[in-house]
């Protein structure tokens, strides 16, 4: 299994970021596809998952903001993000996680967002 994210850049405050990431190799139909980010010096936290029946899960920090969604003929996951803050600057990361003889958990390469005037 393969994903690669793309999408990331220099955004204002109050501006918006389209995150994209392709997955490819054994997704398996029922998976659950979603974004993660780590800031410099923190741990890496959740941003918004959503499922392959269209479940979705996200951060309180990025609720009403941030919306995930995807293509499942396409093995694509989105992350429209709006009204970013400075706080939002991190790498992100797409994820996947598949429930074939266990659980199993891909990362892709991460993309970088950064959020500043």
């Known amino acids: 299994v393969q994903l690669q994210a793309s999408g990331g850049g220099l955004v204002q405050p109050g501006g918006s970021l389209r995150l994209s990431c392709a997955a490819s190799?054994?997704?398996?139909?029922?998976?659950?596809m979603g974004w993660y980010r780590q800031a410099p010096g923190k741990q890496r936290e959740l941003v918004a998952t959503?499922?392959?029946?269209?479940?979705?899960n996200s951060a309180d920090s990025v609720k009403g903001r941030f919306t995930i969604s995807r293509d499942n003929a396409k093995n694509m996951v989105y992350l429209q993000m709006n009204s970013l803050k400075p706080e939002d600057t991190a790498v992100y990361y797409c994820?996947?996680?598949?429930?074939?003889?266990?659980?199993?958990?891909?990362w892709g390469q991460g993309t970088l967002v950064t959020v500043s005037s």
């Open positions: 190799g054994n997704i398996f139909s029922s998976n659950v």
């Open positions: 959503m499922t392959s029946g269209g479940n979705t």
């Open positions: 994820h996947l996680r598949t429930f074939w003889r266990g659980t199993n958990d891909y």
